[in-house]
């Protein structure tokens, strides 16, 4: 996979991405990451990318050639994204289903704003997808970029190295996970519940799944409500559109195959 970011302060999405699972997933080539500078795009003599709302109004905008010009020196050197994400408090909201569909794509490019947002002309021309990482606002599209980025490349082929573990993660089924202890067995007088050390896997099983249920009820419980629409729906409630529910992709990473995503089977012959 490659993903193209294109930042207005690359500095803070670099920093993220050079440890832990993405740093081993770059060297061992799962995946090719470049941060773009966007002022490196400004041709003007101060390399300006902002400029004053049209209208009036706080904050400054970035300029569409810098983003324009940025979008297509990436097109022209590695060929047209799968996806041009843009990070955005008023994007539609990241979730598991999302980053499995991502993770599927050969090529994505994300574009991550500072100051007030983006000339809506790239949103317009450019941009495929909007996504938020939760309903607050930061100062910039950095970190959220770096979030999409450590969300995606975990679930890359090769990278964590028990294959089952992405697959256990919380929201993977819609649920939350369950705890998880280590040694020592009792710490301070806190002991590690008995089932948990019986060594009786169908047991151990069985206790997990009441605890994400239990976790998953107390917690989130629209979670609940997601995952069987039928009981949680009330009538005024429309039948949930399939298109609108993701029907037609794959999002579900243990039926993945190599040519999900919407390259089609392109993506076995392109080795990774
Ligand atoms: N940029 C600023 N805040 C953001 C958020 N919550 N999600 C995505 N991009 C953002």
Redesign the pocket.
Known sequence: MRIDIIAALPEIVDGPLQHSIVRRAREADAVTIEVHDLRQFATDKHRQIDDYPFGGGAGMVLKPEPLFRAVESVVDAHGEPDEVVY???D?EP?DQPTVNDLSMREHLVLL??HYKGIDQRVRHALVTRE???????????E???AVLVDAVVRLLPGVLGDTSSALTDSFQDGLLDAPVYTRPAEYRGLRVPEVLRSGDHARVEAWRDEKRMEKTRTRRPDLLRERMPEEGRTEEEPEPDDRENGAEKNTDLKNRTPGDGPRGGEAEEDAR
């Open positions: 990070m955005t408090p994007g990241l991550a704003g996504l938020s990482i939760g309903d607050y606002v930061l100062s910039g599209g970190l959220p970029a």
